[in-house]
C-alpha cells in the first residue's frame, strides 16, 4: 500500500511525465459502445439457449447470484478452446477480480499457523499483499531465466520442513511474469510440475498475460493444460483480455477434498464458502458483459485479442529497439547498463550501476518527465535495489519512443 500511494503521489505531481509505471491495459483498445451488444448477447443467451423466462432472466441480471458465479459454464468452454484446459463448470468460482481468488484460495488452503506459501523473487505484490493480509508466511524462491529455480526451490522446502513448517503451495506465473517479464520454457513447466508432485506441493498459476506474445504461433501450454495429476489451481482475469472494470476473474480448483463429515467434494466448493463471507456473489451485470463477451467471440478470446496481441507486440519492439538505438551494445557495456528482452507481456526489466530507488524516481519524473517502478518493491527478501520495471502497455507507441529517449536522457546524466 506504501509502494501504491508512493506512485500514485508522484504521479499527481507531475501529470505531465510519461509513465512506465502501470500495467493495465491500453484504453484505445476499448469500445464503450459494445457493452451494451455484450448484454444483449448474454440476455438472448439466458432466454433462447438455456430457455429462460423473462422473470427468471430479471432475477439472474438484478439479484444475489449464485456464488460460484454465472457465466461459469461459459469459462469453461472458453479455457477448453483458447488453453486446452479441460475444467467442468462445478470446478470454476467466478471471482471479484483475480485479486478475490487469490485471497479466497489462501485461506482455503493455509488452515495452520505452519503453513507457508513459496513465492518467486522477484514476486507480484498482489499475492504477497494477499498473504501478509491473512498472515500467512512466505518463502522467496529465486527466479532464473526460466523462471523459478529448481534446486534453489528445493532447498528451500527442505530447509522449511527441517524447521517444522509445512510448505502448502508455489505461487507462479510462467508467462510473461510481472515483474520481469520471464517466460518459462516447456522442459521446464515439466520439471516444475515433476517437482511439486515429488515435494507434494499445490502450484498457484496465474496466467493474465498469456496471450501477449511477440511473434504468432509461439503459444505454450499452461501449467494446468499439462496438470494430470491435479497439483495445479489455476487463477484467471478477464482485465487483460477483456477490460478491467468489470472486475471478473475466476479460479479452477478440480482438486478434491474431503469435508470434516468425511464426504468428498472439489476445493471449488469449499472456496465458494469463503467467497460467501467477503463478496457475497460476483456483480451479476459484471459477469453478464463478460459472459456476452465470450458468447460474440465464440468462445475464442486468443483470436479476440489478436489487436491487442498486436499493440502490445509492437510497443514492445519499438520500446527495445529505442534502447538499442540509444544506447548501443558497447555503450551500455561501458555504463554498466542492460535489460531483457521478453517474448511478450507488458514488462520489461532494466538494471543500473546505481540503486534504482526512490530519490533516482524523485529526479527522473521532476528533471525528466518519465515515471518507471523500483524493482526492490517486488523483492520480498530485499533485493532489486539496482533495477527498474519497465510497463509498456497502457502507453501509445509515440508515447514509448519519447519515454525511452527520456529514460536514456536519465540514464546518460546519472549512470557515469
Known amino acids: 500500500m506504501e509502494v501504491m500511494n508512493f506512485l500514485n503521489e508522484i504521479t499527481s505531481r ?23 451488444d455484450y448484454l444483449d448477447a448474454y440476455t438472448h443467451h439466458l432466454r433462447d439457449d438455456l430457455g429462460r423466462t423473462p422473470a427468471e432472466v430479471r432475477t439472474l441480471l438484478f439479484q444475489y447470484g449464485r456464488t460460484n458465479g454465472q457465466i461459469h459454464h461459459l469459462v469453461a468452454r472458453t479455457l477448453h478452446n483458447d488453453e486446452g484446459i479441460q475444467a467442468h463448470p462445478e470446478s470454476l468460482v467466478v471471482t471479484v477480480g483475480c ?6 484460495t489462501l485461506r482455503a488452503l493455509f488452515a495452520r499457523p505452519s503453513d507457508v506459501l513459496l513465492v518467486p523473487s522477484p514476486c507480484y505484490i498482489g499475492i504477497t499483499g494477499a498473504a501478509r493480509l491473512l498472515n500467512i508466511e512466505t518463502a522467496p524462491v529465486p527466479e532464473g531465466e526460466d523462471g523459478i529455480d529448481p534446486e534453489a526451490l528445493r532447498r528451500t522446502v527442505a530447509a522449511l ?9 508455489l505461487y507462479v506465473i510462467p508467462d510473461f ?25 499445490l502450484l498457484l498459476e496465474d496466467n493474465p498475460y498469456g496471450f501477449f506474445t511477440r511473434s504468432t504461433g509461439t503459444h505454450r501450454p499452461t501449467l494446468k493444460a499439462l496438470d494430470t495429476r491435479r497439483r495445479v489451481i489455476y487463477l484467471g482475469s478477464f482485465a487483460k483480455t477483456c477490460f478491467p472494470g468489470a472486475r471478473v476473474g475466476y479460479v479452477v480448483a ?34 453478464a458483459v463478460i459472459g456476452g463477451m465470450l458468447i460474440t467471440h465464440g468462445f475464442r478470446l ?24 540509444l544506447l548501443p551494445a558497447s555503450r551500455r557495456q561501458q555504463a554498466g547498463i542492460r535489460w531483457n528482452a521478453p517474448e511478450g507481456g507488458f ?10 530507488d526512490n530519490a533516482l524516481l524523485e529526479r527522473s519524473a521532476r528533471d525528466h518527465g518519465v515515471i518507471w517502478t523500483p524493482m526492490s518493491y517486488f523483492y520480498p527478501d530485499g533485493g532489486g535495489r539496482h533495477q527498474m520495471r519497465l510497463s ?6 509515440d508515447q514509448v519512443t519519447e519515454g525511452a529517449h527520456r529514460l536514456v536522457s536519465l540514464l546518460e546524466r546519472n549512470c557515469r
Open 347 to 356: 514488462f520489461l526489466t532494466l538494471t543500473l550501476p546505481i540503486p534504482a
Open 254 to 287: 478440480d482438486q478434491h477434498v474431503r469435508a470434516p463429515d468425511g464426504r468428498q467434494t472439489l476445493l471449488a466448493e469449499e472456496l465458494s464458502k469463503v467467497k460467501s463471507m467477503v463478496t457475497v456473489n460476483t456483480p451479476a451485470l459484471s459477469q
Open 99 to 104: 485479486q478475490e481468488g487469490m485471497f479466497i
Open 392 to 397: 509498456l502497455s497502457s502507453l501509445t507507441r
Open 177 to 201: 511474469s510481472n515483474p520481469t517479464g520471464i517466460r518459462m520454457t516447456l522442459p521446464a513447466r515439466h520439471r516444475l510440475l515433476e517437482l511439486a508432485e515429488d515435494e507434494d506441493l
Open 302 to 325: 486468443r483470436e479476440a485479442n489478436d489487436e491487442a496481441a498486436g499493440f502490445y507486440r509492437q510497443n514492445l519492439d519499438v520500446l527495445l529497439d529505442c534502447l538499442d538505438h
Open 14 to 36: 507531475h501529470p505531465e511525465a510519461i509513465s512506465f509505471g502501470p500495467g493495465r491495459p491500453y484504453e484505445g483498445l476499448f469500445k464503450a459502445e459494445r457493452i451494451g
Open 161 to 169: 520442513r527441517a524447521a517444522g513448517k509445512r510448505p502448502r503451495a
